[in-house]
């Protein structure tokens, strides 16, 4: 088993300055255990002429993705109270994705499930990924996780999720992410790992196309474990930007479009200047 090391930071659950452990984001027992992943700088991607055909090569790692982001009692506070009932909501997810065909709206049935300790870790989650300012900026997501009985996460954050086989692991930081055709912005933060993808948005108040809602687990009580109706899309994630779910013939044809345009664009040129 691969060892992590323990570093020197700001918990961030408890704002503590302390050594942190290492939190695995997913839980290990949500198949994060052995997760051999590519890590990736950002900047490269942003650098990379075609990142679908010709991916940045980043660096391979094993042992399951995670952060140094809360310390030993917090880590240890988030296993006992959330991971069971996270645990529960991932097995459910893919079983589903084992036996449903691709990409599809899935109307299903999953049993046994705790929403407001799922909604919980799925915020510690988005804790764990960001830097931080973060917690400082947003005390209000540590209180909802630091008493398990509370119901109070203020509207302005909303939590959506989608079935995915994550094409690509995405842990996308707070961002604003534009977009050009409605001309709206949406201030969120993305996680997927099959078998779902989360995002979690700040005071954003339209609907996120494809994506199911389940900001409404945190009124659930705090012992209840029922069965949920669910409706939810899958998406592939190829490429490594928020809220983008194109299927990889899609991203093609939209990288093919944009090199013929800039074709255009250079011709026109040529003929200003030849003129
Ligand atoms: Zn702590």
Not at 63 to 68: A, D, E, F, K, L
Request: glycine residues 6%.
């Amino acid at each position: 088993m691969a060892r992590h090391k323990m570093e020197f930071g700001i918990c961030r659950l408890c704002g503590k300055k302390t050594s942190l452990s290492y939190e695995h984001v997913p839980p290990k027992v949500a198949f994060n255990k052995n997760t051999k992943f590519v890590s990736v700088d950002f900047e490269e991607y942003i650098g990379a002429e075609n990142a679908l055909k010709n991916p940045p090569k980043g660096k391979t790692k094993q042992g399951g993705i995670g952060y140094n982001s809360f310390c030993v009692n917090c880590n240890s506070f988030l296993g006992s109270k959330y991971v069971p009932a996270y645990k529960n909501w991932a097995i459910g997810g893919m079983q589903l994705l084992n036996k449903k065909e691709e990409y599809g709206l899935h109307g299903y049935t999953i049993k046994e499930i705790e929403p407001l300790k799922v909604i919980k870790h799925i915020v510690s989650m988005f804790l764990a990924i960001n830097r931080d300012w973060f917690l400082e900026s947003f005390p209000e997501l540590a209180s909802f996780l630091n008493s398990p009985e509370s119901n109070e996460l203020p509207d302005k954050f909303r939590i959506f999720m989608y079935l995915t086989r994550a094409e690509r692991f995405r842990y996308m930081h707070y961002s604003a992410h534009g977009n050009f055709k409605t001309g709206t912005t949406t201030v969120c933060s993305e996680i997927a790992f099959p078998p779902y993808g989360y995002v979690m948005t700040f005071d954003y108040k339209g609907k996120i196309s494809y994506l199911n809602e389940i900001t409404d687990f945190k009124n659930f009580d705090h012992n209840l474990k029922t069965s949920l109706n669910m409706v939810t899309y899958q998406l592939p994630t190829y490429m490594p930007f928020p809220l983008d779910y194109r299927s990889e013939n899609k991203i093609e044809s939209d990288i093919d479009n944009s090199l013929r345009q800039l074709e255009i664009l250079k011709k026109k040129h040529d003929i200003k200047k030849n003129d």
